[in-house]
């Protein structure tokens, strides 16, 4: 077992049932790590009926009537793709699993995440020394507003005290923090890392978070998806 298991009762990894190549590189990776986890399939983008989600009002559509001008559109509504749409009914579909069977912490990552050399040192570090009991998200990938609206917590974290999560490929979050996520999810306002950023983070939903000094994870899919490139 490996020590993400240790401090994580849950892991998730998001794929698309018919991405047979990453579905196939995660496996490897993770027996590599001795990492225990289960796959959540992603919902594609391309099979969505968004009419209907207009019409069910599950997704603030550009022109709907029912955004307000206090709404981060102003009233106007957001303006999504397919994919966006795809990726974040796919981390919600991991949000109602932890609730559904009560996992007191879960960690999320999607199918093209590329550990760092030193990733579990650091970890080891992060959660027997570091993070507080109470910490609600803690985002372990890189992000490009990496240090924007953070203070300095401890050798290797930052905690961050408004959005700015960028990626959304490596994070854990807390039983209470699914539920959150959860009940804030529809209708639906942007992709996964905006949500949790904009909507959550910003609205002071959940308060302890933090981000990682040191990237531990970095997404594939930035340049090219490789399924051979191993540790």
Known sequence: MNILNK???HIYVINLEKD????????KLFNKYNINFEFINAIDGNNLDTNTLKLLELWAYPGNKFCNKECSCSGKGHELS????GCALSHYLCYKDIVKNKYKTAL????DIKFE????????NIFEKELPNN????HLSYTTNHIKNCISYSDNLYKRISGGISGVHFYGISLDTAKILENNFYPIRAASDGY?????????LINNVFTCKTRLGKNL?????????LQ
């Open 82 to 85: 397919d994919a966006q749409i």
């Open 117 to 124: 050399s030193n990733f579990e040192n650091i970890i080891k």
């Open 135 to 138: 910490w609600e998200l803690i």
């Open 221 to 229: 899919s930035t340049t090219k998806f490789k399924s051979n490139i």
């Open 108 to 111: 999320i990552f999607e199918d």
């Open 20 to 27: 047979l190549e990453r579905k196939n590189y995660i496996e």
């Open 7 to 9: 401090y994580f009762e």
């Open 196 to 204: 949790i950023s904009h909507f959550i983070i910003n609205n002071k």
